[in-house]
């Protein structure tokens, strides 16, 4: 493990450079950094008013950290000096290294460095308000903080945004990592746990550098209870290609980072704002400990309104018990009806001993938050105190309750800054925007939730590939255990004895042609020689052969089953709805492997076709079990081998056994030519 300490919380600091350089300083004594610090600067006298040395070699002691705002030459240059002089680390501002393709020049900063820890090139350093350090050359928003969150991001102007926030976020550190060409964010948020002044890590990831030990870094998270975030950018094709060229990383899919986050407990954003909201509910309170929350508000529309909103979410606004309804109702007028979310009117309004009661009935029953829908006029000529009034009710019953809640505005000015600042006097969080509110309250009941026990599969990828036609694919499935009709491939003449050998009804396929359903190339359910022989006839011709097979008639649902290298992450393993439809409705969740049959039962669970497996309207139910058997063994048998993805569209799921009708089988070329070399000396 890295120990970053020096770096982090130094207690002296040279800078090198001009204009930059002399910003750092500025921050750093804004902050109130109370050890020396050295500027170096070879023609001027001063950097903010504190005297320049004209070279590194002139410095008293080797610093604790060093921020190098030069030239990318000269940058290679000081980072050699300062790595012989024992510092503790350095920040790298200088662009124009593996971002822009000079991948040279960046493995010889590596060099240079000889072990010796930093962050960047092309990078915008980090702020540690609670050592009241910033080697960070431009502005910033950090107040000084005691305890609070922190947030590591891989792209410096995103990070100079989030600092700027003024949503009341206790932000205590944030960090840039750049190009990551020695320290990655993984090795940023190791370096945080290790200070219990952290309550919560938030990330801006563009890629992971290394899955494995961020998936180790993750995991010791969740067992020192500190929550993690991320928002993870490049999710798109266009995405992923500005941030490769952003910052010299691979940006994997987004279905693979969200396998990954999800496997290790980190909860996902999707915007800045939900990310400052979410980081918000951790540090005052830490995760939810489930998904059922109740909305409170004095409006009909709010309570529709977020009802609404919620069905983004994975929140259950379940509706109360009898007996706990009657206590509710025994605080209300007869006017008001219970539900939830709940409009308790506003005959109540500005009355704190009335609201208190309602909202002490509401709150002591078993649900895990409960969120009040609170706009508040902003302006110095309005008069906010019913407003005050009712989140004073709201600290009163979560006094009294013991229970979470928290205060939510519609629009995120109409809890102005006095108002934020009494709700988080009172103990709540003050969230902003009912979008963000339920997106946080989500990801705070998600965080921590899943500590596998086994690291998922490391992968490598693979330079080129070689597509294996669906007859060996089958039987390479079948000699690994997964179950395929029973078939065999014949010239044309040979079908019809074929057919009578493996028996009717008959599924046909042409091979060699891609797209088979869509050239006619495949005919399913023939049920005698006349059909057959006619069902060959219009066949596009083909060389390869005929695949002729046993038609399977026990189905209940068609799935789609994946596993495939996904580097830089792992082996993603997807299940979906499946058929020739399946690109049509996009309902597709995904794993890392290994996993399990209760793993595989779960993400099929998540799938919007999961009721086609469990008896829709008053179908038979799918062999679910068959079918997860078959996605743990198809994956131990897969990962780690010479394929790079095997796809098998549709498995045909009936009320007994599950089987693979199609399959897609891509091999790494390289081991397919070792394999064909072995074979042929054989």
Sequence with gaps: MLDLSRLLAPRSIAVVGGAPAERVVAQCLKLGFDGPIWPVHPTRPHLAGIACLPSLDDLPAAPDAVFLGVNRVATVAAMRTISRLGAGGAVCYGSGFAETGDDALQAELLGAADGMPFFGPNCYGFVNTFDRVALWPDEHGCDRHERGVAIVSQSGNVAVNLTFQQRGLRLGSMITVGNQASLGSDDAVAALLDDDRITAIGLFLEAVRDAQHFAEVAQRAASKGVPMVA????????????????????????????????????????????????????????????????????????????????????????????????????????????????????????????????????????????????????????????????????????????????????????????????????????????????????????????????????????????????????????????????????????????????????????????????????????????????????????????????????????????????????????????????????????????????????????????????????????????LAELVVRLTDAVVGTDVVEVELNPVLVGTTGATAVDALLLVDAGAAQDRTTREGHT
């Design 231 to 626: 928002l993870q950018t490049g999710r798109s094709a266009a995405g992923a290609l500005i941030a490769t060229s952003h910052t010299g990383s691979m940006a994997g899919r987004a279905a693979a980072y969200d396998a990954l986050f999800a496997r290790y407990g980190v909860a996902t954003v999707r915007t800045p704002a939900e990310l400052v909201e979410t980081l918000k509910l951790l540090d005052n309170g830490g995760a939810l400990r489930g998904r059922s929350v109740v909305s409170l508000s004095c409006s009909g529309g709010e309570a529709s309104l977020v009802a609404d909103r919620a069905d983004d979410t994975t929140l259950r606004f379940e509706p109360f018990g009898a007996e706990h309804t009657a206590r509710i109702e025994s605080t209300l007028t007869e006017l008001v009806s219970v539900s939830n979310p709940f409009d308790y009117h506003t005959f109540m309004w500005g009355d704190r001993a009335a609201m208190g009661r309602t909202f002490t009935a509401v709150m002591s029953g078993p649900h895990d938050a409960t969120m009040l829908v609170l706009d508040a006029p902003p302006r110095p000529d309005n008069d906010p105190g019913p407003w005050y009034v009712a989140a004073d009710a709201l600290a009163d019953a979560a006094d009294a309750t013991g229970h979470r809640a928290v205060v939510v505005a519609t629009l995120a000015e109409c809890i102005n800054e006095p108002f934020r600042a009494h709700i988080i006097d009172r103990g709540l969080t003050p969230l902003l925007g009912i979008s963000e509110a339920l997106v946080a309250l989500d990801a705070a009941a998600t965080v921590g939730q899943h500590s596998p026990a086994t690291r998922h599969a490391a992968v490598a990828a693979a330079a080129a590939t070689v597509t294996i036609d669906e007859a060996r694919a089958k039987q390479r499935l079948r000699d690994l255990g997964v179950r395929v009709p029973n078939g065999r491939v014949v010239a044309a003449g040979e079908v019809p004895a074929a057919a009578e050998a493996i028996g009717y009804p008959i599924t046909l396929k042409a091979l060699g042609l891609a797209h088979k359903s869509e050239s006619g190339a495949v005919k399913v359910g023939l049920r005698d020689e006349a059909s057959l022989v006619a069902a060959l006839a219009a066949m596009p011709a083909t060389d390869a052969g005929y695949l002729v097979e046993s038609t399977v008639t026990d189905v209940v649902a068609e799935v789609l089953v994946t596993v495939r290298r996904d580097a830089p992450i792992g082996w993603l393993v997807s299940l979906g709805f499946g058929g020739v439809t399946t690109e049509l409705w996009s309902d597709v969740t995904h794993l890392l492997a290994p996993v399990t049959a209760a793993d595989v039962k779960a993400a099929l669970g998540r799938l919007r076709s999961a009721p086609l497996l469990t008896g829709f309207r008053g179908r038979p139910a799918a062999d679910v079990d068959a």
